[in-house]
């Protein structure tokens, strides 16, 4: 049965709520619904009333629309050959896409909070966890519709083909995945590509590492089997949070309810002791016996590139099918940037869980953390801007984030730079790497980290999962900190002047932003994060 720990009773409204919902400027989201009406407000929803065949049109619909902004999330209201479905099922796709807006309203954040500063938000609310609340049956609205046993057919829900070489139809990946850890009964929530194998089956694919798939060795390695859910409809924090890589011990849910401000209404799954998403769209109940394996895929990959096709998957017999009237179908298609809906929420969301880690490791000087969406969805490359208080910081910390939990699996390349290099300003990475980083000095690499079977670059496939991280040091070398080439930069004074008569100026747009200003000439270092004569680097007063 469900541990204690796994849910609290509250009230309607606690401190913590209350300060999410101000600073949002209002309620936390409740459900699927609520977000796209708010996400309708910002002027980012197009409903697509013509019929619109699931079979690779609505997934070229949504890669093409990725790349035109603002991108907006794509609600096809009437899938082709669907009309008389008793279902009635709807398909959301390009959910939050590389929209900064969508992925900030998700977050219970304004939706023009700037990139860095919604991160740092982020990884504020990471450290704050509220367990899930458990409400009856009566007050789930996902038992609105129950199927079960022999009624169930998975072919009356419109599950789309994304890519043309794809081995089958794929529910969800957009979706959040449900299993119960056979020793220490905590629950975890993933997000794992599942594929169309019959009227009540669909196989489960899961890379290496990943909590599911322990779950299911373990539960396989002790003759047992093991229930697992599926919510194919979900508010799209779930799909944040459940790609995440926390601690073995704490629930998804618990940090889902930090970030909302308020305890994740759950209820309790009908043939197991699962706890659900009660306001979920869809959710599909199943159990994977041991050793229960059906060959799956390929499909068309979060690198852009097609996974190779499984000879083995774990196969989930589907017992109960539970769905709102007129379900809505999360779709997330992957490809490359910026059609690939992993790059924009991932990129955010994981650049908090390390900046959150380094916090935990206590790790002084971190003023900026970015997982580059473009870079393979997020996974590839992350940038952490410190300032460097200590002979070896950086190499400290390009060391650290290569392997905290948040940044260990994939990550290819982690640079280092100043405080006064903006990280999501690729631009100014860039410059750093050319202007501070000697390759012969400043680049390390790490082998047999850990890696995916999805990454195309090591071949023969067998290679995998291993791979290699190099690490960028692309700040300005510390020991020569005092007499490093001064960089130009504007003086405040006249920044301050040049802004305030912008658009008299008839000038375009806004006053960009800058990071870094010409220090007071009395300083013998002409820049932000310098050092007065006669101190050291490193040395505060």
């Given at each position: 049965m469900s541990k204690v720990a796994d849910v609290s009773v509250v009230g309607s409204k606690n401190t913590n709520q209350r300060e999410t919902a101000e600073t949002a400027g209002g309620e936390p989201i409740a459900d699927l619904r609520e977000w796209l009406a708010r996400v309708e407000e910002i002027g980012e929803l197009v409903r697509v009333q013509k019929p619109v065949d699931r079979d690779e049109e609505m997934s070229a619909i949504s890669y093409l629309v990725a790349k035109q902004p603002p991108s907006p999330a794509i609600l096809f209201e009437r899938p082709k050959g669907f009309d008389g479905s008793v279902i009635g099922a709807r398909l959301l796709w390009n959910i939050l896409g590389p929209s900064v807006r969508r992925i900030a309203l998700t977050l219970e954040e304004p939706a023009n909070t700037p990139t860095v500063e919604l991160i740092r938000r982020v990884k504020d609310k990471l450290k704050r966890r509220l367990p899930p609340r458990e409400v009856s049956a009566k007050q789930a609205p996902v038992f609105e519709n129950t199927v079960t046993g022999e009624n169930i057919d998975l072919n009356l829900l419109p599950i789309p083909r994304h890519w043309p070489r794809d081995g089958g139809r794929y529910a969800g990946t957009g979706d959040a995945v449900i299993t119960r850890d056979p020793d220490s009964g905590y629950l975890n929530i993933g997000t794992y590509r599942m594929m169309l194998q019959g009227k009540s089956q669909v196989g489960l694919y899961l890379s290496p590492g990943k909590d599911a798939r322990l779950h299911i060795t373990r539960a396989w390695q002790q003759g047992k089997a093991i229930n697992v859910a599926a919510a194919w409809g979900i508010d799209p924090l779930f799909m944040l949070v459940g790609s995440q890589t926390f601690p073995k011990n704490i629930s998804e849910y618990d940090h889902a309810g930090g970030i909302k401000g308020q305890p994740i209404p759950v209820v309790r799954a009908q043939t197991s002791d699962l706890l659900i998403p009660a306001n979920a769209e869809l959710v599909i109940e199943g159990v994977i016996r041991p050793n229960s394996v059906k060959a799956e895929g390929p499909f068309g990959e979060f690198p852009g590139y097609y996974g190779r096709p499984e000879a083995g998957c774990p196969l989930v017999g589907v017992t109960a099918v539970h769905y709102r009237s007129q379900p809505i179908l999360t779709n997330?298609?992957?490809?490359?940037?910026?059609?690939?809906?992993?790059?924009?929420?991932?990129s955010v969301i994981r650049s908090a869980k390390i900046w959150d880690d380094l916090d935990k490791l206590g790790i002084p000087g971190i003023h900026g953390v970015y997982s580059h969406p473009a870079a393979a969805g997020g996974f590839g490359m992350t940038v952490i801007s410190l300032e460097q208080r200590h002979a070896g910081h950086a190499a400290q910390v390009l060391a650290l984030a290569a392997q905290v939990p948040g940044g260990a699996y994939y990550t290819k390349w982690i640079i280092a730079v100043d405080e006064d290099v903006d990280p999501t300003d690729m631009d100014q990475v860039i410059w750093a790497m050319a202007s501070r980083c000697n390759p012969i000095d400043d680049i390390d690499i790490l082998r047999n980290t850990w890696s995916t079977w999805l990454d195309p670059t090591q071949n023969p496939p067998e290679k995998r999962p291993y791979g290699s991280k190099a690490l960028i040091n692309a700040c300005k070398e510390h020991r020569h900190l005092p007499v490093f080439?001064?960089?130009?930069?504007?003086?405040?004074?006249?920044?301050?002047r040049v802004a305030a008569r912008w658009t008299e100026l008839g000038l375009p747009g806004t006053t960009p932003t800058v990071r870094a200003f010409d220090a007071d000439s009395s300083f013998g270092y002409h820049e932000v994060g310098g050092f007065e004569p006669g101190r050291q680097p490193g040395e505060t007063k």
């Open positions: 997330a298609l992957m490809a490359d940037y910026p059609s690939c809906e992993q790059s924009g929420f991932f080439s001064k960089r130009t930069t504007l003086r405040k004074e006249i920044y301050d």
